[in-house]
């Protein structure tokens, strides 16, 4: 699964290539609502190189499987592209011989997971899957802002704190609602355009959020440090994958 992991995600970094240098300047950014344009000015991003790419290293990461499961720790790569929007993610579980590789690209979405290297203990490629996987990138827009600027992205201003963005990419349409503290700062995102599997094809969708518990200093900008996911079940809340983001590198080459 890593070497599948890789294979992907150098395809979306050889197209990322293609992209010319952009800064964020006032004149780039004259489109948005006001929250994002606080959003990137708190964080420091105003002058510095629109990101085109980035490698998104995770220090812990965790999973559970449904909501009676225990946690389980995760090793976690993960890389997006921004034109084309693309993610690819690869998580080994640490207390298991099972890894997974998950893929949005081009309109289409990827669960693969293996035993051993071997045996397929699930895989999914049904366009609900895809249309999720397009979600998990949308709600890290923030992570990586250079996606704010995409022609197929607009954005509907809800007040002064949260901003909703909505998404067409290779015919998925999706929106969500982008939410901000007082010092604009990025706090959590939220959709009901992202589906919930019941098992055996069935899907159903769900409430979804993304939640930012805090930032952290990386050279002069602030990054999305503590994260957590979760789906509000009818039953109640599952969160379901908590982690914390070590470092972002933008528009890697290699």
């Not at 992907?8 to 994002?36: I, M, N």
């Not at 397009?134 to 992570?143: G, H, N, V």
């Not at 600027?149 to 969500?176: K, Q, R, Y």
Request: net charge neutral; proline share 4%; hydrophobic share 35%.
């Amino acid at each position: 699964m890593k070497k599948i992991y890789l294979r992907d995600r150098a395809a979306l970094l050889e197209r990322s290539k293609t992209q010319k240098t952009a800064f964020f300047t006032e004149e780039h950014v004259q489109h948005l609502p006001e929250v994002l344009k606080r959003y990137l000015s708190v964080c420091g991003y105003m002058g510095t190189e629109v990101p085109r790419n980035a490698d998104v290293y995770w220090a812990d990461s965790w999973l559970k499987m449904a909501p009676q499961k225990p946690w389980t720790r995760l090793e976690t790569l993960q890389f997006n592209s921004v034109k084309p929007i693309g993610r690819v993610a690869y998580m080994k579980f640490a207390t298991m011989p099972v890894a997974a590789r998950d893929l949005y690209r081009d309109g289409y979405g990827e669960v693969n997971g293996k035993l051993l290297q071997l045996f397929s203990v699930a895989f999914d490629n049904s366009r609900e899957t895809a249309q999720s996987a397009l979600i998990t990138a949308f709600c890290e827009f923030m992570f990586i802002p250079g996606y704010l600027l995409l022609d197929n992205v607009s954005w509907t201003p809800l007040n002064a704190d949260a901003v909703i963005g909505h998404l067409n990419d290779n015919g998925i349409e999706v929106s969500g609602c982008f939410h901000f503290d007082k010092n604009g700062l990025f706090t959590h995102f939220e959709t009901d355009d992202r589906y919930y599997s019941l098992g055996k094809n069935t899907y159903q969708k769900v409430k979804f959020s993304a939640h930012v518990e805090s930032y952290k200093k990386q050279n002069d900008l602030q990054i999305c440090e503590k994260v957590r996911v979760v789906w509000h079940l009818p039953e109640g809340d599952f969160e379901y994958y908590k982690g914390t983001i070590d470092r972002i590198e933008a528009n890697v080459s290699e």
